[in-house]
């Protein structure tokens, strides 16, 4: 009666469907999360005096990686986490957050992390860049002498890598990847951001790690990749 409509009544009420919702229901306000905000090299530091050589050969022979490889990643043991720690960096080498791996394989981020790449900052960069995905696979092409660059998954910081590339003058990019659909969806929309050539390799295995185990080397590498198609970026 008191709810006005658009057709009123000689009683002084309104009309209404029966099917007519009166009011609004209530929606619960969504509560945003406050972002939080980490010091990422700060953290990465507080864990590299107790990490010591013996721990990451131990670790590397677990991985089938050398462990100069990954301490020149800057591989250390977090201990409040209980788990291995990669940085992972923007393209100007700083470290915006920190991938950890625990003994038995398992995955995730300190929380608070912002995505970025794993790379080391102690090798002089070649002229061609290999594109991986995960650090421990970028610890295997290290390990094989490669210019390596990984991302925390088969997609995402195409705009880092992009900006890597720029900055350390590469020539030429190979984005290895998985022999599944995601895999090659991530490695092809990289390769459409790119501005040098660059292929798509997939091993004939699991990833790089299973290669380096299986006896595979750069050269093997070298002379599969020569006979792929390569994509040369159009010039403005």
């Not at 470290?95 to 794993?118: M, N, P, Q, T």
């Not at 699991?206 to 080397?217: I, N, P």
Request: net charge positive; hydrophobic share 40%; charged share 25%.
């Amino acid at each position: 009666m008191r709810v006005q409509s658009n057709k009123d009544l000689k009683n002084g009420g309104w009309l209404h469907k029966a099917s007519e919702e009166f009011f609004p229901k209530y929606e619960k306000p969504i509560r945003e999360e406050p972002e939080i905000q980490i010091d990422a090299g700060g953290m990465w530091k507080e864990w590299v005096p107790g990490t010591k050589p013996s721990m990451l050969r131990r670790f590397g022979e677990k991985l089938g990686v050398e462990a100069l490889a990954l301490s020149f990643l800057g591989c250390v043991w977090s201990a409040p986490n209980d788990a291995w720690a990669f940085p992972m960096r923007d393209a100007n080498k700083k470290i915006i957050g920190i991938r950890l791996r625990s003994e038995a394989g398992d995955k995730w981020a300190v929380k608070g992390s912002k995505a970025g790449c794993f790379y080391t900052t102690k090798l002089p960069v070649g002229k061609t860049l290999y594109v991986l995905e995960g650090p421990t696979d970028t610890a295997a092409g290290i390990t094989l002498g490669l210019t390596a660059i990984g991302r925390p998954s088969c997609l995402g910081c195409e705009a880092q890598v992009v900006e890597y590339v720029r900055l350390n003058k590469i020539s030429e990019v190979v984005v290895c990847s998985d022999n599944d659909a995601p895999g090659l969806r991530g490695a092809e929309k990289l390769q459409a951001a790119l501005k040098v050539p660059s292929c798509i390799w997939v091993p004939p295995c699991k990833d790089l790690r299973e290669f380096l185990s299986l006896g595979g080397d750069a050269q093997m590498i070298d002379s599969m990749i020569r006979n792929l198609i390569w994509t040369h970026p159009k010039k403005a």
